[in-house]
Structures are given as structure tokens and as C-alpha cells.
């Protein structure tokens, strides 16, 4: 029943290692996103997919590549891991298509704790 | 630019009290979707209420109301006799534009005691 999923919940990892962080969502959405909030609970987009097309890209460093194979998914993968990416990410979606305003609804967050 | 300041940064209050939180934003747009989000201890974000530009119609849904006012471009949201599980970080969020992106609020963390 869960409508927005995203694993792991918790990443502990090394500067420099690469990881990947999944959604999934199982509300028939357009648009997916992912979302950053920092160690003051700041929230910044970083990414918006519509029917797996880059609608958004915010001044996100290269290092972050966002993939959705479909529009049910979009994966986060981070390159070389820094101190200063540790935070919690969030998956979002929106039934709206097309980039348009909608509710968003958010999965459980993943903590990323870069060593 | 847009941008939504919530100006208050942590609230404490005792159980029953009743509680505002602050909104208030910037846009150029003319049509534009507010929102407040809860994101508990737990730390999931759940979607409380969205309202477009159009509609300034106050809202009450339980202990929560909502007042939308264009005139001083402020959403606030009022928690009646406040309990210890509305205990939460709570965001403004706002929407315009096509990209659908959500510009957030720096978040006022309630804390309702017993």
C-alpha cells in the first residue's frame, strides 16, 4: 500500500564511493522528483522527471545523476561521495504532468551519512 | 524571485494552548499554489492542505485552520488546543510557474508539551 517508496532508509558510506538511492511510486504519477534537506531541515529540489523526461535540474552538481527507467521510478546516483552531500533525500511525486503545480507527495526519506 | 519566510523558528507551547504559524511569500505570478506540510519526529513529510491563488477562502479541517490573505501575501495555520502529537517540524511551501517545483519555507518546529 505504500504510495511512495524509496530504499535504502539509511546509507552510511566513505568519501568517494558511488551509491544509488531508489524510488518507486505506485500512485500512477507523472512527475517524480527528489528533493535534499540539509542538517537544518532546509528543503531544496534538486530534480523534477516528467514521464522519465528532466524537467528540473537545479545547479545540482554532476555528481548526482538522476535515471528513471519509467515513470513509476527514478533513482538517485551519487559519484564520489563528499562530507558535505550527507542529508536526508526525499522522493517525491505529483499526478500533474506537463511541469505544472501540483501536491506532492513524499516518500519516507533516505539518511546519507558520508563518512 | 520567489521565496517563503516563516518567521518563527521554533515554538513552544503548552497542551490545549492554541498556535499559529507563520507564512509569508514572494511571487510574481499571478497564479501560484500554497501548501503546508508536517514532517513529525519520524521524519516523513505528510501533505496537510494546498490552496491556489484564486481561492481565499479560509479553511478549517478539525483543530486546523488555514488563512489565506493575497493582501499581505501570508498563509498562516492555526492548530486549536494543541496536543502533544502535533509535535512536528511544519513547512509553507509555495508553487508557480511549469516546472512544478515546491519552493519550502525554513520549517517552524512546534513543540507542545504536556
Known amino acids: 500500500d505504500t504510495a511512495v517508496s524509496q530504499t535504502p532508509k539509511y546509507l552510511v558510506t566513505q568519501m568517494g564511493n558511488d551509491k544509488s538511492i531508489k524510488c518507486e511510486q505506485n500512485?500512477?504519477?507523472?512527475?517524480m522528483y527528489w528533493y535534499k534537506q540539509d542538517s537544518k531541515k532546509f528543503l531544496k529540489i534538486m530534480f523534477s522527471?516528467?514521464?522519465?523526461?528532466?524537467?528540473i535540474n537545479e545547479t545540482v552538481p554532476n555528481r548526482f545523476s538522476p535515471k528513471s527507467p519509467d515513470k513509476a521510478h527514478l533513482n538517485l546516483h551519487i559519484n564520489s561521495l563528499e562530507l558535505g552531500d550527507s542529508a536526508v533525500y526525499f522522493c517525491?511525486?505529483?499526478?500533474?504532468?506537463?511541469?505544472?503545480?501540483?501536491?506532492?507527495?513524499f516518500g519516507p526519506g533516505t539518511r546519507l551519512t558520508v563518512l | 524571485a520567489q521565496k517563503v519566510t516563516q518567521a518563527q523558528t521554533e515554538i513552544s507551547v503548552v497542551e490545549k494552548e492554541d498556535v499559529t504559524l507563520d507564512c509569508v511569500y514572494e511571487?510574481?505570478?499571478?497564479?501560484?499554489?500554497l501548501f503546508w506540510y508536517k514532517q513529525p519526529p519520524s521524519g516523513e513529510l505528510v501533505f496537510l492542505i494546498r490552496?491556489?491563488?484564486?481561492?481565499?477562502q479560509n479553511e478549517i479541517s478539525g483543530r486546523y485552520s488555514w488563512n489565506f490573505q493575497k493582501s499581505t501575501s501570508s498563509f498562516n495555520f492555526t492548530i486549536t488546543a494543541s496536543q502533544v502529537v502535533d509535535s512536528a517540524v511544519y513547512f509553507c511551501?509555495?508553487?508557480?510557474?511549469?516546472?512544478?517545483?515546491?519552493?519550502f519555507g525554513q520549517g517552524t518546529t512546534l513543540q507542545v508539551k504536556p
Open positions: 517525491a511525486s505529483s499526478q500533474v504532468p506537463g511541469g505544472a503545480v501540483d501536491t506532492q507527495y
Open positions: 490552496r491556489n491563488s484564486f481561492d481565499e
Open positions: 511571487t510574481r505570478d499571478t497564479t501560484y499554489y
Open positions: 511551501a509555495l508553487g508557480s510557474g511549469n516546472t512544478g517545483k515546491l519552493i
Open positions: 500512485l500512477g504519477h507523472d512527475t
Open positions: 522527471y516528467n514521464n522519465k523526461e528532466l524537467i
